[in-house]
Nanobody, 117 residues
């Protein structure tokens, strides 16, 4: 299974961007999907997830600014990033989550988001 994240780039503080992550799994609709990020020198952290029923949860650091969504027909999960701050600079990844909380698939290459003026 491949996870292809895209949409990253250079954004000014306060700006917005939309990330996409397309999966090749034939069971996309049966998984909870999540976005993670790894800032320079930091570990990879979970920031948002969306259940099969569309229920979303967010880390406190992004709550109210980021929105996760999914399109099962396109096997794609999205992350809308608004009111961006320099602290949001990171490589962003998606993955499916299993009930234990672990990730299901090998990591893709991620997509870089840089927030800077």
């Amino acid at each position: 299974v491949q996870l292809q994240a895209s949409g990253g780039g250079l954004v000014q503080p306060g700006g917005s961007i939309r990330l996409s992550c397309k999966s090749t799994t034939g069971a996309f609709e049966f998984y909870t999907w999540a976005w993670y990020r790894r800032a320079p020198g930091e570990q990879r952290d979970l920031i948002a997830d969306i259940s099969t029923d569309g229920i979303t949860t967010y880390a406190d650091s992004v709550k109210g600014r980021f929105t996760i969504s999914r399109n099962n027909a396109e096997k794609t999960v999205y992350l809308h990033l608004n009111s961006l701050k320099s602290a949001d600079t990171a490589v962003y990844y998606c993955n499916a989550r299993v009930p234990s909380g672990d990730t299901r698939f090998n990591w893709g290459q991620g997509t870089q988001v840089t927030v800077s003026s």
